[in-house]
């Protein structure tokens, strides 16, 4: 790092006065009008050493100037450029940007900024030098938006030098840093940044924040797909040998796809990989779809509490803690609440947050947190009202993010390539009931589910072999399944009067596998309470007695909704090998941290 004492800007160098020039001659010993004055042979004496000084201040200066020329620096204090740049931290916070340079994003530099001086705040993707005299780095802002930065040094030294050319070229990747400089259009598009029509001609560049030489995984590394989701610690040599050391080779062909583990100990990296927030932004989007569409069809939004009395819907997995002197309980879904603010005067709810699922279930599909996307309605005269509000509200998510997001989608196509998802026509949405969907799995699926039954619940294997047959055969990878058996549903399903075997609740299918659970609830506390005792539990259990004694404190109308998988929802409509990569911070039987 050059110049790094240097705290306040010196004046430029063309306003200093030369080093040495004849004005700056010394004066001759002693001063005329004290004492006798000096002798005639002191003032030549004198006279001739000023003489001698000035000629060799003139020839020094002409040195300096023919050193210039050539573009040679001969000492750290000619570097000209030495206020243009440095690490911030090093020079205690001084550093100067012109004050009437505007700060611009990368994503809205256009051809108004042909020319003109910009000041750009962002990470150094890549830094490189090409002979002694020009530098280019890659600035990256979120979004994956990069442009190339250009330094050439000038002859006169300033405002690029050739020391500033060989500190831009060696700060570490993934720096902050802040730049002042000129965009110009390069001569050919550049080609491996997103802004390619422009590049930055820099004049400053100060390191706000420096990364360390050696990164525990690379940027690089972080945007390859990921096949490794295993939860287990690996043996330490197969660690070093999957993990981090391997990581940190420049050469992209040579990267090995890190693990998940690796990702998860790595976390600031795998969030700056391009393909992490394309992820990201796409799931914000959805949360923004789902959101907007209920309130335009008059839902009011509420939050559910996560800290519960009692367990809701049974105590096999829901996650206990000490509370006090009692026990608590993390709540494994909305459902009763939602019932309660139907119960309590609304007509149309919905509800953003954490679910929490104690399963020891180390599958692509499972997290013991995640996100559910609640909604809960009353009936005016069928069930379907609620089935087709849902299939309503994710059809708009799908076009939505379609539409919105087709840059970021592209995006993460680029790493986990998948087919398109298929969407079913306007009128032409696919819904089956459970009998219809096992019909299907026995004549056109594969050869293992031909005696499949109308009234056993669905693998994970089945569910997914119907979803390749409606594909092939509807040509949509969205779909609804109703009518669940009635042993597939929980007590509070309501049965279909016309067939108690089966329930007026239904799950919804993304590429074949399960992205919602919803349907109709029983309204009527002693019905309620008769299924309760059918399935096997206690009506008077902890929790359960107060849900069924909710129906008994006022008139409840018939209700129903459903709980959507937000993590899943991303996840599967992006084919990605996991619902842990749609997460910020997934969780897993095995692993709370980051
Ligand atoms: P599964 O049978 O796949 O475990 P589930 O039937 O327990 O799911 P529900 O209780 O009906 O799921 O939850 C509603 C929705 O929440 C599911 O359709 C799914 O999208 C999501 N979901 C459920 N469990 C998990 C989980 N452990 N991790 C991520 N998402 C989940």
Redesign the pocket.
Known sequence: MADSAATTPAPPAEQQPPAAAPAAAPAAEGAEGEGEGPSKKAQKKAEAKAKKEAEKARRAAEREAAAKAAGKTTGPTEDLAKDNYGVVKERKGQFELSADVEDVNLKNIGEEHVGKAVIVRAWVQNARIQGAKMAFVELREEGAWTIQGVFVASNEGTPVSKPMVKFAAGINPESFVVVEGTVQKPLEPVKSCKVSNYELHIRKIFVLAAAPQMLGMTLAAANRPITNFSDEEPAPEKAAEDGVDKLSIAAESSIPAATMLTHLDNIIMHKRAPVQQAIADIRMEVKDLFRSYLKSHGFKEFEPPCLIGAASEGGANVFRMPYFDKEAFLA??PQFYKQFEIAGGRKRVFSIGP?F?A?N?NTP????E?T?LDLEMEIKKDYREVLLMLEGVLLHIFRGIKERCAAEIELVRSVYPAEEFLLPEPGKEVRLTFAEGQKLLREEGPEEFRNVTDDEDMS?PQEKALGAIVRKKFNTDFYVLDKFPEGARPFYAKLDDANPKVTNAF??FLRGQ????GGQRINDPEELEARIIQKGVDPKSAGIKDYVDVFRQAGVPAHGGG???L???VAWFLNLPS?HLAAYYPRTPKRLLP
């Open positions: 494994q879904s679910v699922r399963e279930s599909r499972h997290m013991t995640f559910g994970t799950d919804f399960e992205i919602l659970s709980g959507i998988g993590d899943r929802v619902v």
